[in-house]
């Protein structure tokens, strides 16, 4: 087991020295997009599956989310290297604004056609990978502390995880699924006034000299030449495919069938809950090794399809999901924190955009395949495979040295 350290300085940083005013903006924007986020798995199941078009419709629809962000991240993040990640953030805030709203009157106006729905949701993921790189170029210059900062977004949405599926299931449940997509879109209105009120130094010039290919292609180079980094990729080829991507349209599919709506978000809930405890936790420990105690975390997220397939009853699945979302937070600081001190400010964004593909693909996979695989092999044989994939997967990531030797930039 790495060794655990808390720095002296680290230890007595105030909490002044983090909430600064750019911090507290750029956190009003993220938390108005979680709180969103976390509103959309139960609102597009329900919608989808009240519609007739089943798990595979489910995961189709994730799945083109998902892929499109993977396709066009890679030219996000170059974009965010050439523009500014502030200023790609605000463009993708208000596509995607525009986008949910349509949706919204979709589902308004009647049951939208499974094609629609699919073609809405590719079209946010292309706004999302407009996005999603300067997430991680824009921290370290908001944040002084930057683990401590994640440690804070991840309690964030963990209570956005808390509040939003758990308001989702009742709105749905009241006026179905058109309510929540609008507000949905609305989240992104707020996060865009919040990210253009940023006070941040003068950009400078554009790269000089440089196609859009050459910054492409360098981006990727100073990606392989980290160890650390294409190996924790490359084992979530299997982890996103097999654990995360089947795991989120079977497993929501097997308590809804159980317990209904209602439960599916109160699940979802606890899920929040236990993130408050990883991402607290995570924020306060100074591992010397992160990525080796991270793994910790991709391990108790295999609980999550673990849990769907037992079907327990509501109070057994709000544990099972809520140690599942422990672990999920816990990592997830660990490794925003870790890629954020290890890459060099103006590879970030570039080297955060592989980072984001290689995650999302398998995941993309994983969810267009769960409705076949489901009626193959059964929803829940399926979900104990997941389970033993996750417990392997987190094997494998602390048996490679390259990444169970990395140690944390002071």
């Known amino acids: 087991m790495p060794q655990l350290t808390v720095p002296r300085a680290a230890a007595a940083a105030p909490a002044a020295a983090l909430w600064s005013a750019n911090f507290r903006r750029y956190f009003g924007a993220r938390t108005a997009s979680l709180l969103g986020d976390a509103m959309l798995p139960v ?3 329900v919608g989808v ?3 007739g078009y089943g798990t595979a419709g489910v995961g189709y629809a994730l799945g083109a989310w998902t892929a499109a962000v993977a396709l066009g991240v890679l030219f996000g993040g170059v974009l965010a290297d050439r523009f500014t990640p502030r200023r790609m953030m605000v463009l993708a ?10 949706l919204a009157a979709a589902f308004a106006l009647g049951t939208p056609a499974l094609g629609e729905i699919v073609a809405l949701q590719f079209a946010t993921g292309l706004a999302t990978a407009l996005f999603q790189p300067g997430v991680a170029g824009l921290m370290p210059q908001v944040a002084g502390d930057v683990q401590r900062a994640n440690g804070v977004l991840r309690i964030a949405e963990s209570l956005a995880g808390v509040l939003g599926p758990a308001l989702a299931g009742v709105l749905v449940s009241v006026s179905g699924p058109a309510v929540v997509f609008a507000l949905y879109a609305a989240t992104y209105g707020f996060s865009a006034a919040c990210l253009l009120a940023l006070r941040l130094p003068a950009a400078g010039s554009e790269p000089g000299g440089e196609s859009f290919l050459r910054q492409l292609v360098d981006g990727w180079q100073e990606f392989r030449t980290r160890a650390w980094l294409w190996g924790v990729i490359s084992i979530f080829l299997v982890y ?15 308590v809804l069938t159980t317990h209904g709506s209602t439960a599916l978000g109160v699940g979802l809930a606890a ?3 236990g993130g408050l405890v ?18 910790i975390g991709w391990v108790l997220f295999a609980g999550y399809p673990l849990t769907a397939a037992l079907r327990p009853d509501l109070p057994l699945l709000c544990l099972g999901w809520g140690i599942a979302g422990a672990g999920l937070a816990f990592w997830s600081v660990i490794w925003a924190t870790t890629v954020q001190t290890q890459v060099p400010g103006g590879l970030l964004n570039r080297i955060s955009a592989y980072d984001l593909a290689g995650s999302l693909l398998p995941m993309a996979l994983g969810r267009s395949l769960a409705g076949p695989l489901a009626r193959l092999t059964g929803e829940r044989p399926l979900m104990l495979l997941a389970t033993g994939a996750g417990l392997l997967c987190g094997a494998a990531l602390v048996g490679t040295p390259a990444i169970r030797r990395l140690r944390a930039v002071r």
């Not at 996103?240 to 097997?254: A, F, K, Q, R, Y």
């Not at 100074?286 to 080796?292: E, G, K, Q, V, W």
């Open 93 to 102: 805030d208000l596509v995607r604004l525009a986008i949910q709203a349509a």
């Open 49 to 51: 599956l009240r519609s």
């Open 43 to 45: 609102a597009l199941s």
């Open 271 to 273: 899920m929040g809950v």
């Open 278 to 295: 990883g991402g607290g936790l995570a924020m306060r420990l100074r591992l010397s090794r992160p990525l080796a105690f991270g793994a």
């Open 240 to 254: 996103g495919c097999l654990v995360v991507g089947l795991s989120v349209p079977v497993g929501n599919d097997l």
